[in-house]
Protein backbone atom coordinates (compact mmCIF):
# COMPACT_ATOMS: atom_id res chain seq x y z
CA UNK A 1 0.00 0.00 0.00
CA UNK A 2 2.52 2.71 0.49
CA UNK A 3 3.99 1.45 -2.67
CA UNK A 4 0.78 2.28 -4.48
CA UNK A 5 0.79 5.71 -2.79
CA UNK A 6 4.08 6.72 -3.64
CA UNK A 7 3.22 5.96 -7.62
CA UNK A 8 -0.36 7.11 -6.83
CA UNK A 9 0.54 10.70 -8.74
CA UNK A 10 2.42 8.82 -11.23
CA UNK A 11 -0.47 6.89 -11.95
CA UNK A 12 -2.54 10.17 -12.07
CA UNK A 13 -0.09 12.16 -14.69
CA UNK A 14 0.03 9.19 -17.17
CA UNK A 15 -3.62 8.32 -17.10
CA UNK A 16 -4.37 10.52 -20.11
CA UNK A 17 -2.13 7.88 -22.17
CA UNK A 18 -2.84 4.89 -19.96
CA UNK A 19 -6.58 4.67 -20.38
CA UNK A 20 -6.52 4.87 -24.28
CA UNK A 21 -3.29 2.49 -24.47
CA UNK A 22 -5.09 0.25 -22.37
CA UNK A 23 -8.54 0.26 -24.18
CA UNK A 24 -6.68 -0.20 -27.07
CA UNK A 25 -5.14 -3.84 -26.10
CA UNK A 26 -8.74 -4.57 -24.64
CA UNK A 27 -11.32 -3.25 -27.42
CA UNK A 28 -8.75 -2.81 -30.00
CA UNK A 29 -10.56 -0.51 -32.88
CA UNK A 30 -11.54 -3.12 -36.06
CA UNK A 31 -8.85 -1.34 -38.39
CA UNK A 32 -6.00 -2.50 -35.75
CA UNK A 33 -6.82 -6.55 -35.61
CA UNK A 34 -4.14 -8.79 -37.27
CA UNK A 35 -5.84 -9.97 -40.66
CA UNK A 36 -8.21 -7.06 -41.66
CA UNK A 37 -7.64 -4.36 -43.84
CA UNK A 38 -7.83 -0.80 -42.76
CA UNK A 39 -11.07 0.31 -41.66
CA UNK A 40 -12.80 -3.46 -42.69
CA UNK A 41 -15.62 -3.31 -40.63
CA UNK A 42 -15.95 -6.30 -37.79
CA UNK A 43 -18.59 -8.85 -38.55
CA UNK A 44 -20.72 -11.54 -36.11
CA UNK A 45 -23.08 -14.11 -35.60
CA UNK A 46 -24.90 -15.37 -32.68
CA UNK A 47 -28.56 -16.30 -31.08
CA UNK A 48 -30.21 -13.01 -30.36
CA UNK A 49 -30.59 -13.47 -26.66
CA UNK A 50 -27.14 -13.87 -26.46
CA UNK A 51 -25.02 -11.44 -28.54
CA UNK A 52 -27.57 -8.87 -28.16
CA UNK A 53 -27.40 -8.04 -24.83
CA UNK A 54 -23.86 -7.33 -23.89
CA UNK A 55 -23.75 -6.91 -20.54
CA UNK A 56 -25.50 -9.82 -19.42
CA UNK A 57 -22.54 -11.59 -17.97
CA UNK A 58 -21.43 -8.27 -15.89
CA UNK A 59 -22.29 -8.66 -12.38
CA UNK A 60 -24.50 -6.20 -10.71
CA UNK A 61 -22.51 -6.62 -7.81
CA UNK A 62 -18.72 -5.97 -9.21
CA UNK A 63 -19.88 -3.88 -11.46
CA UNK A 64 -22.67 -1.98 -10.47
CA UNK A 65 -23.72 1.14 -12.44
CA UNK A 66 -25.89 4.47 -12.31
CA UNK A 67 -27.03 6.38 -15.90
CA UNK A 68 -28.79 8.44 -17.55
CA UNK A 69 -30.60 8.72 -20.49
CA UNK A 70 -31.13 11.76 -22.51
CA UNK A 71 -33.35 11.21 -25.84
CA UNK A 72 -33.22 13.84 -28.53
CA UNK A 73 -34.95 14.15 -32.37
CA UNK A 74 -33.19 11.54 -34.35
CA UNK A 75 -32.67 14.66 -36.32
CA UNK A 76 -30.87 16.38 -34.12
CA UNK A 77 -28.14 13.55 -33.37
CA UNK A 78 -25.28 14.75 -35.60
CA UNK A 79 -25.21 18.19 -33.97
CA UNK A 80 -26.00 16.38 -30.45
CA UNK A 81 -22.85 14.42 -31.00
CA UNK A 82 -20.53 17.16 -32.07
CA UNK A 83 -21.59 19.29 -29.20
CA UNK A 84 -20.52 16.17 -26.64
CA UNK A 85 -17.16 15.88 -28.59
CA UNK A 86 -16.42 19.28 -28.65
CA UNK A 87 -17.17 19.54 -24.71
CA UNK A 88 -14.69 16.70 -24.54
CA UNK A 89 -12.12 18.10 -26.40
CA UNK A 90 -10.92 20.11 -23.51
CA UNK A 91 -7.53 21.67 -23.34
CA UNK A 92 -6.42 20.33 -20.60
CA UNK A 93 -6.04 16.34 -20.70
CA UNK A 94 -7.09 15.93 -16.76
CA UNK A 95 -10.38 18.21 -17.23
CA UNK A 96 -11.39 16.23 -20.07
CA UNK A 97 -11.61 13.02 -17.93
CA UNK A 98 -13.62 15.37 -15.09
CA UNK A 99 -15.90 15.71 -18.09
CA UNK A 100 -15.84 12.12 -19.75
CA UNK A 101 -15.30 10.17 -16.70
CA UNK A 102 -13.57 6.62 -16.96
CA UNK A 103 -16.41 4.77 -17.69
CA UNK A 104 -18.91 4.13 -21.15
CA UNK A 105 -21.55 6.01 -22.86
CA UNK A 106 -23.85 4.75 -25.45
CA UNK A 107 -25.80 5.52 -28.65
CA UNK A 108 -28.74 4.04 -29.92
CA UNK A 109 -32.09 4.34 -31.60
CA UNK A 110 -35.38 4.57 -30.36
CA UNK A 111 -38.45 4.25 -32.67
CA UNK A 112 -41.42 7.01 -31.89
CA UNK A 113 -44.04 5.98 -29.38
CA UNK A 114 -47.78 7.64 -28.45
CA UNK A 115 -47.54 6.89 -24.61
CA UNK A 116 -48.21 10.78 -22.75
CA UNK A 117 -44.98 10.18 -21.06
CA UNK A 118 -42.80 8.22 -23.53
CA UNK A 119 -39.42 10.07 -24.19
CA UNK A 120 -40.16 9.63 -28.08
CA UNK A 121 -43.19 10.76 -27.24
CA UNK A 122 -44.74 11.79 -30.81
CA UNK A 123 -47.98 13.57 -32.57
CA UNK A 124 -47.01 12.30 -35.61
CA UNK A 125 -46.40 16.13 -36.89
CA UNK A 126 -43.62 17.07 -34.64
CA UNK A 127 -39.80 16.55 -34.81
CA UNK A 128 -40.22 13.42 -32.56
CA UNK A 129 -42.13 11.61 -35.75
CA UNK A 130 -38.74 9.78 -36.89
CA UNK A 131 -37.60 8.44 -33.78
CA UNK A 132 -34.75 9.42 -31.36
CA UNK A 133 -31.03 9.04 -30.36
CA UNK A 134 -30.72 7.60 -26.80
CA UNK A 135 -27.47 8.80 -25.47
CA UNK A 136 -26.58 6.77 -21.91
CA UNK A 137 -23.98 8.34 -19.61
CA UNK A 138 -22.96 6.07 -17.00
CA UNK A 139 -21.28 5.93 -13.87
CA UNK A 140 -19.28 3.33 -11.81
CA UNK A 141 -21.51 2.81 -8.91
CA UNK A 142 -18.66 2.33 -5.92
CA UNK A 143 -17.02 6.16 -7.31
CA UNK A 144 -17.24 8.77 -3.73
CA UNK A 145 -18.77 10.80 -6.08
CA UNK A 146 -22.28 11.36 -6.12
CA UNK A 147 -23.30 11.51 -10.14
CA UNK A 148 -26.19 13.60 -9.67
CA UNK A 149 -24.14 16.33 -7.56
CA UNK A 150 -21.97 16.93 -11.10
CA UNK A 151 -21.35 14.41 -13.53
CA UNK A 152 -25.27 13.59 -14.67
CA UNK A 153 -25.80 17.20 -14.54
CA UNK A 154 -23.27 18.65 -16.86
CA UNK A 155 -25.00 16.64 -19.50
CA UNK A 156 -28.23 18.21 -18.96
CA UNK A 157 -26.85 21.33 -18.47
CA UNK A 158 -25.00 21.31 -21.72
CA UNK A 159 -27.90 20.25 -23.96
CA UNK A 160 -30.23 22.60 -22.33
CA UNK A 161 -27.34 25.67 -22.87
CA UNK A 162 -27.43 24.97 -26.54
CA UNK A 163 -31.40 24.76 -26.52
CA UNK A 164 -31.50 21.25 -28.22
CA UNK A 165 -35.03 19.38 -27.33
CA UNK A 166 -34.50 16.38 -25.10
CA UNK A 167 -36.04 14.60 -22.85
CA UNK A 168 -34.94 11.93 -19.96
CA UNK A 169 -35.69 8.04 -19.26
CA UNK A 170 -37.97 8.00 -16.64
CA UNK A 171 -36.55 4.76 -15.21
CA UNK A 172 -33.05 6.25 -14.66
CA UNK A 173 -31.68 8.68 -13.34
CA UNK A 174 -33.70 12.22 -13.50
CA UNK A 175 -32.98 15.60 -11.79
CA UNK A 176 -35.18 16.58 -8.89
CA UNK A 177 -36.47 19.33 -8.13
CA UNK A 178 -38.03 21.88 -5.31
CA UNK A 179 -41.02 23.85 -4.34
CA UNK A 180 -38.15 26.46 -5.24
CA UNK A 181 -36.31 25.66 -8.08
CA UNK A 182 -39.22 24.03 -10.99
CA UNK A 183 -36.91 24.91 -13.96
CA UNK A 184 -36.67 20.79 -14.55
CA UNK A 185 -40.63 20.65 -13.67
CA UNK A 186 -40.94 23.32 -16.12
CA UNK A 187 -38.83 21.62 -18.80
CA UNK A 188 -40.54 18.48 -18.72
CA UNK A 189 -43.87 19.88 -18.82
CA UNK A 190 -42.98 21.96 -21.95
CA UNK A 191 -41.20 18.50 -23.66
CA UNK A 192 -44.51 17.12 -23.11
CA UNK A 193 -47.07 18.02 -25.09
CA UNK A 194 -49.50 15.88 -22.70
CA UNK A 195 -48.33 16.62 -19.61
CA UNK A 196 -51.27 18.41 -18.35
CA UNK A 197 -53.60 15.74 -19.47
CA UNK A 198 -51.38 12.97 -17.77
CA UNK A 199 -51.37 14.59 -14.41
CA UNK A 200 -55.41 14.80 -14.55
CA UNK A 201 -55.65 11.28 -15.18
CA UNK A 202 -53.03 10.57 -12.47
CA UNK A 203 -54.95 12.70 -9.99
CA UNK A 204 -58.33 10.82 -11.04
CA UNK A 205 -57.34 7.34 -10.78
CA UNK A 206 -55.02 7.81 -7.30
CA UNK A 207 -56.96 10.29 -5.67
CA UNK A 208 -55.64 9.64 -1.94
CA UNK A 209 -52.13 9.83 -3.71
CA UNK A 210 -51.42 6.48 -2.54
CA UNK A 211 -48.45 5.78 -5.52
CA UNK A 212 -47.39 9.27 -5.31
CA UNK A 213 -43.99 8.51 -3.26
CA UNK A 214 -41.55 11.17 -2.10
CA UNK A 215 -39.67 10.13 -4.71
CA UNK A 216 -41.83 10.58 -7.64
CA UNK A 217 -43.17 14.46 -5.84
CA UNK A 218 -39.79 15.86 -6.49
CA UNK A 219 -39.81 14.55 -10.13
CA UNK A 220 -43.15 15.37 -11.12
CA UNK A 221 -43.24 18.34 -9.03
CA UNK A 222 -46.46 17.40 -7.40
CA UNK A 223 -45.72 18.28 -3.63
CA UNK A 224 -48.44 20.26 -3.06
CA UNK A 225 -51.22 17.32 -1.49
CA UNK A 226 -54.13 16.99 -4.22
CA UNK A 227 -55.76 14.13 -2.13
CA UNK A 228 -59.37 14.21 -1.85
CA UNK A 229 -61.09 11.96 0.81
CA UNK A 230 -61.46 8.70 -0.23
CA UNK A 231 -64.86 7.69 -0.73
CA UNK A 232 -66.61 5.10 1.02
CA UNK A 233 -69.73 2.46 0.92
CA UNK A 234 -72.86 3.60 2.41
CA UNK A 235 -76.23 1.49 3.03
CA UNK A 236 -79.01 2.39 2.52
Not at 58 to 71: K, N, Y
Request: aromatic share 14%; hydrophobic share 40%; net charge negative.
Amino acid sequence: MPLLGLLAPLLRRALPWLVPAALDRVLPLDEHKPGMRRGEPQSFRDWSWQGLPMDNQASDVLLGCRFTELWVPLGRAAEVVRIVRGYFAAPAARESYHRTGLFAYELYGAPPATGWLHPGHTDGEDEWRAGALRLDVYWFADNAEDPLERFFPQFWELLRAREIPFRLHWGKEVPASSPTDRRWISMFAASFPRWQEFEALRSELDPDEVFLTEYWRERLGLWVAQSRPAARNSRS
